[in-house]
């Protein structure tokens, strides 16, 4: 069995000598976030706050942020039983006696999954309940200084549809605390939770809404997961734990409670009831600005006597959740292609948000394939948020994303491998299509053999408006010259002057810091894929041959900061100022 709390993994941490206890008093309004920030870049320890003004809460923090963490957290046993139950398909369909005996031992953990009911006397987050002013004394935890308020961070949001309780979500919506007894509710309208209140609104109904704090470890991974509508979230919160997910029943009525939880916050969000939510310091690296959101009317909190408040920090990558979310994808990668057989390896690229950029390795066993392919993708659950796809046949290391790009790049036909999709839906997050929620997506090829020997050295001479020229990989080359409001039309006029020269470079980035930008995968894939919309960035000469656009080398797309774009997160000063001068005191032992 994994961790079956949030306190045994803490305890863990602390034999581990992985866990830093601050005794300091900090203030929860920006302090403790830039203290956990500057940790989490170090790769240092999980962070336990004890004197946090203003609530009885311990605080902790940077649970999950460094590889050796998440892999501790989660053991290899999730992983195996997942590469099992994908294998074992071609054993149990159709299902036979001696197949069923062969996967016995895989059958037998699968039994195992599920949840079970814990008397209410032995659910510690029964404990105690608040019903008058409930949110009085959570902490009031505000990272970043434009915040609208304060926010808990990692919600575990439960959901069940009107019509269907077994239809049932569990996901990460942040939750903006508006005052001791009403939140906001930041339900995306492409996820399970945004469903189930859309529903709800149209019949004309309260929904029901319970917020988990806390738990198994697992329950808070299976929350983040990007997992299908049709697997719950409960039940692969059973499978990574090893055992069946103790519940309880809520002694006053409404859903179940994970009876491990450290808080369980039930409420009532009414229909077409709106409230400004935001701005919120998002995990893109820029402010999520300010609209309006539904409201969540809180009824009653339980938690534990002694209760730990768990806490996460977004922000410009990479923060704790990027370590979190790349297990996550190791361990849901056998199933990408069970859902799409001509998908054979998927990667999402958390260096650039949550769904900027994806690629694949995909079959192409007929002319075209890989499109269908990108097709598939681009239309499963939270995939469908993807911004920017790469699709190859190739057998590369996705994670190794300049060696991906090369791959593309040498094999890439203008003409045909790539696709612009206009007047698509868009992440939530991303301000890039200039209104909430529509924008654009791209699809780019590279299948075959290679058509080109890609350049790896800028040779071609001074470029017109361009101060700056430096390769970021084989076939790609990243520009800087004058910002996009002194210069927009700069990408017009370096298409067309590079187009003339013949370059040798297939795929040209304008950014403000051509230097900055190369400097690591991490800069390079938050810098470009989170300041650009495909439909209105990309300048190519092109041609419409039948419908289709037809491309011509060199591609460029300008990925510079634009008006009307939220701003870039900075700590405020003083506040920097405060945790250094600090700093000794917060880790004395040091």
Avoid at 138 to 158: E, H, M, N
Avoid at 354 to 360: D, G, Q, T, W
Avoid at 453 to 481: D, H, K, N, Q, W
Avoid at 554 to 576: F, N, T
């Amino acid at each position: 069995m994994g961790y079956g709390n949030l306190r045994q993994w803490i305890e863990q941490l602390r034999r581990d000598k992985d866990l830093a206890v601050i005794d300091t008093p900090v203030d929860p309004y920006l302090e403790l976030a830039e203290i956990h920030r500057r940790v989490v870049q170090e790769e240092g320890p999980a962070l336990l706050f004890t004197n946090v003004q203003g609530t009885p809460f311990p605080v902790a923090t940077n649970l999950f942020g460094t590889v050796r963490r998440v892999n501790q957290a989660f053991g290899t046993r999730p992983e195996q039983l997942m590469k099992s139950m994908t294998g074992a398909m071609e054993t149990l369909f159709p299902p036979t006696a001696s197949g069923l005996w062969r996967e016995k031992g895989l059958l037998l953990n699968l039994l195992k999954v599920g949840t079970k009911n814990v008397q209410q006397g032995e659910a510690p987050v029964l404990g105690i309940c608040r019903s008058t002013d409930p949110l009085k004394e959570l902490p009031r935890i505000t990272s970043w200084p434009k915040d609208g308020g304060a926010f808990v961070t990692l919600p575990l949001v439960y959901t069940e549809s009107i019509t269907n309780p077994k239809d049932h979500n569990l996901g990460i919506y942040r939750v903006q605390i508006h005052d001791d007894s009403t939140t906001g509710i930041h339900w995306q309208i492409h996820k399970g939770g945004g469903f189930h209140h859309r529903q709800a609104e149209l019949l004309g109904e309260t929904l029901p809404v319970s917020v988990f704090i806390g738990g198994p470890p697992a329950l808070i991974a299976a929350a983040v997961a990007p997992v299908s509508e049709r697997i719950p979230e409960l039940m692969l919160a059973s499978l990574m734990l090893g055992g069946r997910l103790p519940m309880v029943q809520d002694p006053l009525g409404g859903h179940r409670i994970p009876s491990e939880a450290e808080f369980s916050i039930r409420g009532r969000v009414t229909p077409l009831e709106r409230r400004p939510e935001g701005p919120y310091g998002s995990q893109f690296g820029y402010y999520s600005l300010q609209h309006d959101f539904p409201v969540m009317h809180v009824q009653r909190m339980w938690h534990r006597k002694d209760a730990i408040f768990p806490v996460t920090i977004t922000g410009k990558p990479r923060q704790e959740d990027y370590y979190l979310k790349d297990f996550l994808q190791r361990l849901l990668a056998p199933v990408y292609p069970l859902m799409m057989p001509s998908v054979k390896a998927l990667w999402a690229y958390s260096e650039s948000g949550s769904h900027s950029l994806a690629s694949a390795v995909v079959r192409e066993s007929y002319s075209r394939e890989a499109l269908a392919s990108a097709f598939r993708i681009l239309g499963e659950g939270q995939l469908s948020l993807t911004k920017f796809l790469l699709l190859t046949n190739e057998p590369v290391e996705l994670t190794d994303f300049p060696k991906l790009l090369e791959t593309v790049l040498e094999r890439f036909n203008p003409k045909s491998d790539l696709v612009v999709f206009a007047n698509t839906s868009m992440d939530t997050l991303d301000y890039t299509g200039r209104k909430l929620n529509h924008g654009s997506k791209a699809v780019m090829l590279g299948i075959g053999e290679p058509v080109r020997e890609l350049p790896r050295t800028y040779t071609e001479g001074p470029l017109p408006s361009i101060t700056a020229a430096v390769p970021y990989c084989g076939g790609c080359l990243a520009v800087s010259g004058a910002s996009y409001i002194e210069d927009p039309e700069l990408p017009v006029r370096l298409a067309a002057d590079l187009k003339d020269k013949n370059t040798a470079w297939p795929l040209i980035v304008l950014v403000d810091n051509a230097e900055e930008t190369v400097r690591t995968q991490t800069a390079f894939l938050w810098t470009v894929f989170t300041r650009f919309n495909p439909a209105d960035d990309i300048y190519a000469e092109t041609t419409v041959v039948r419908h289709g656009i037809s491309y011509a080398l060199p591609i460029v797309i300008d990925a510079r900061m634009k008006p009307g774009y939220p701003e870039e997160l900075v700590p405020r000063e003083d506040i920097v100022q405060r945790v250094s001068r600090n700093w000794n005191q917060y880790f004395p032992h040091a």
